[in-house]
């Protein structure tokens, strides 16, 4: 998947995925700090400053997911069975991917599914000619009510194995699962629980909702992946200048969710930068980009239309990219529905009280010159408002959303020189107002990218990039401050290889780095790795 040449997140969340890594002792650097002059056949595993997965000090119950060797586009096709010996109420479930891959190969995108509900995305790194393991964890708690029956699980990750690419993706994947229960609160506070009552999935693009649901979170893994110029959208341009990637209406992207026909939600997509992005393969070779190993769904809070969505009826729901024509390949958008009930009530009623949608805006303007140089501001904004009526008295939703994206992207003829200094915000704001104090919480997301890929005289290729994915949560009851978290983990790296040469003549040096920082009101986290030609020299806390 190279590139061309030329609801709000609280702390407990944050905190509850991730991918695994071994540690050589917090705070310690590793043993091996001389890193070789350039990268050999080997390198370090691949891992991330991500925290690992919080689990229960409790006794648990382990079954195998899925199991398979993928070496071309074949599914792994299985069954699951709930674990016997740990009830059907958990406190925790937690999700394990063990992989290993040797040779040569290109990066791959994955999904599983279980029950057709799909609990996790990922890609994987490229291997070394000696070989590769890695592992991710998972927090799937809030898919405990697929867990609960036998299901079909279905798992790809796609790939390619001839006389040139021979790296074969082994993987297994674990479920754990803690007995207990997150316990519902008590009916003076009337809040859901922490899981779903309900995992639902469309059903021919319609959606049917139990008729007493009272909270509704919609969840779509956005990608854009499969080849072609949409897994590195950030960087496309209108059809008017002279670049490689074009789309009609620049590098612009949203994804919307409607509900018959009527918008319902707006979200940035996170630029994801897969193993093999930037046309520098070294930058990732140990570290991987934010994300890349564990997709995050985008979380639309759909409770506003709850009075709609219980009458009993199907309901179309459609997933849209902006920017991208009606029917073109390029992205993937399967979505989950998660359903709350009110327990005390057969049928939950209510209305759509507010639905405002500001103008899209989108510009892109091109300079052309020895640098070409394209300015794109793009931006939108949704309020929508509902209630529903319960047996804990009238509660009202408001779910405002403003996006903003801005980005300059300049390239020289022949994109020998190609670059992006790109910033995209969403910001989101839930107001519960019913049976108590009115609760708020707003999130403040920015993701940014600022990175460029040169190509010598002399074929050597060089790459300079920085990554960033940030969040601030704020939570409020009637206008205190009850919670807050802040999320920050910053990407660097810095590689260069010779191209269009045998891979032993590459010559290839790399230095990247991760700042993985997290802290807040329920506590901190602080984590930074850097390697060096592929050698890990340092590991340590940042506090």
């Known amino acids: 998947m190279s590139m061309l040449t030329g609801a709000a997140l609280v702390v407990s969340v ?14 310690s650097p590793p043993a091996a700090v001389n890193p070789p002059a350039e990268f050999g056949t080997d390198w370090h595993d691949p891992l991330t400053a991500a925290p690992p997965v919080a689990r229960p000090d409790s006794r648990s119950c382990r079954i195998t997911l899925a199991e398979a060797q993928f070496r071309d586009f074949t599914p792994y096709r299985g069954t699951y069975t709930p674990p016997s010996a740990c009830g059907d109420r958990w406190s925790k479930v937690v999700l ?34 000696d070989g590769i393991e890695w592992s991710v964890e998972k927090d799937v708690t809030r898919y405990s009510d697929t867990f609960r029956r036998d299901r079909d699980v279905e798992m790809l990750i796609g790939n390619v194995v001839d006389g040139t690419y021979t790296g074969v993706i082994d993987v297994k994947v674990t479920l754990t699962f803690y007995p207990g229960s997150s316990a519902r609160a008590s009916e003076h506070t009337g809040r859901p629980a922490s899981a779903p009552d309900r995992v639902l999935t469309l059903q021919d693009g319609t959606l049917t909702t139990p008729r007493n649901s009272e909270r509704i979170i919609a969840e779509v893994y956005a990608t854009g992946s499969g080849g072609g110029c949409e897994e590195f959208w950030y960087l496309t341009v209108p ?15 949203e994804v919307q969710i409607t509900v018959d026909g009527r918008l319902a939600g707006i979200a940035a997509p996170f630029p994801t930068v897969w193993t093999g992005g930037w046309s520098n393969p070294f930058l990732w070779y140990v570290i991987s980009g934010p994300r890349a190993f564990d997709v995050k769904p985008i979380e639309y809070d759909l409770t506003p239309f709850a009075g709609i969505l219980d009458d009993g009826r199907p309901h179309r729901v459609e997933v849209s990219v902006v920017g991208v024509p009606v029917g073109q390949s390029g992205w993937s958008v399967p979505v989950n529905v998660l359903v709350w009930q009110d327990t005390k009530s057969a049928r939950v009623t209510g209305r759509l009280t507010v639905h405002r949608a500001g103008d899209l805006t989108n510009s892109s303007v091109h300079t052309p010159g020895s640098e070409h140089r394209l300015n794109t501001e793009g931006g939108h904004r949704l309020t929508v408002a509902g209630y529903v009526d319960t047996s804990h008295g009238r509660v009202t939703t408001t779910v405002s959303r403003t996006l903003a994206n801005t980005s300059v992207h300049r390239w020289t003829d022949g994109e020998n020189s190609d670059g992006l200094d790109a910033t995209w ?37 060089r790459t300079v990039l920085t990554l960033g994915d940030r969040a601030t949560v704020v939570e409020t009851h009637d206008g205190r401050r009850t919670a807050w978290s802040r999320l920050d983990d910053t990407y660097t790296g810095d590689a260069a290889y010779t191209s269009n040469v045998p891979r032993e003549q ?6 990247t780095s991760e700042r993985y920082r997290l802290y807040g009101s329920e506590g901190c986290y602080d984590r930074r790795l850097t390697t060096v030609q592929g050698v890990l020299t340092e590991d340590r806390d940042g506090w």
């Open 14 to 27: 944050l905190l509850g995925a991730g991918p695994a890594s071994a540690r050589t002792g917090v705070g």
């Open 506 to 511: 590459r010559h290839a040096v790399g230095t």
């Open 425 to 461: 915000t969403d910001d989101e704001s839930v107001t519960v107002d019913g049976y108590g104090p009115a609760r708020t919480s707003r999130t403040h997301r920015t993701y940014a990218m600022d990175g460029t890929t040169t190509l010598g005289a002399d074929g050597r290729l």
């Open 96 to 129: 394990r991917l063990d992989g290993k891959v040797k040779g040569r190969q290109f990066d791959r995108l994955g999904y599983l599914h279980v029950g057709g509900v799909e609990i996790f995305r990922t890609s994987t790194p490229e291997p070394s000619p």
């Open 239 to 253: 059809d008017s200048a002279p670049y490689s990637c074009k789309a009609a209406g620049g590098p612009y992207r």
